[in-house]
């Protein structure tokens, strides 16, 4: 079994963040740069992908729809399932700029794992709905046999960062001093002999007081 996660190409919100005031945070279109950098990785995946067909699950957001739609994988693709639960963590009403920046602080502040916005999540939120996702993953990968070995999941920064906490155990401080991965940046989990491994490790912005490594 093989999972490769992938962040969502650049997007408006990424480049001006008084977007959001504008426009629903699910409905941020990608930048120019963003479809460019999509089909870059398009090609990228295609190379990772000739050993068989993938299952993909994508969140519903329109810039991680519009990114999977220009990796233009085609007949690779087996089966596409939207999946609500690998959306952005909701960060409630962003309308006012100025409450926008008191949120950021507060989250800042008080940790980004246990700080829930004001009308949104906490990223301990975001932490139960992706392993929800994954159980039943598994579960599907185990009841369907024809389901492929390679699952590609779109998703976004945050959201790929608490699937590898789950998936290894990641203590909270270790996940916390992660950096999110760049825009169509890729992991891939690899499962053999009962163990998962990460092929590559985040980037960390600060030392996470553990010392506990990525797997």
């Keep these: 079994m093989r999972i490769i996660l992938l962040r969502h190409a650049e997007s408006l919100g990424n480049i001006d963040e008084l977007a959001y005031c504008r426009i629903p945070d699910h409905a941020l279109p990608l930048t120019p740069r963003g479809e460019e950098q999509a089909r870059a990785e398009g090609e990228r995946l295609r190379g990772l992908l000739t050993d068989g067909p993938v299952a993909a699950y994508v969140s519903p957001y329109t810039r991680t729809t ?4 220009l990796l233009g ?15 952005e963590q909701d960060w409630g009403n962003l309308q006012d700029p100025v409450e926008q920046e008191i949120q950021k602080q507060k989250r800042h502040e008080f940790g980004h794992f246990f700080y829930r916005l004001a009308h949104g999540e906490s990223g301990a939120d975001v932490d139960d709905r992706v392993a929800s996702f994954l159980n039943e993953l598994e579960q599907r990968v185990e009841a369907d046999p024809t389901h ?18 789950r998936m290894f155990s990641w203590t909270i401080d270790l996940f916390e001093s992660l950096s999110n991965p760049e825009h169509c940046a890729h992991r891939i989990l690899t499962y053999d002999r009962g163990t998962w491994s990460l092929d590559r490790p985040f980037a960390q912005w600060r030392d996470s007081p553990d010392k506990t490594t990525q797997v």
Excluded: N, Q
Aim: net charge positive.
């Design 66 to 69: 519009r990114t999977f739609e």
């Design 73 to 87: 994988l085609g007949p690779i693709v087996e089966r596409m399932v939207p999946e609500p639960r690998l959306r």
């Design 148 to 165: 492929p070995d390679t699952a590609l999941v779109v998703t976004h920064g945050l959201t790929m960062r608490l699937l590898c906490r």
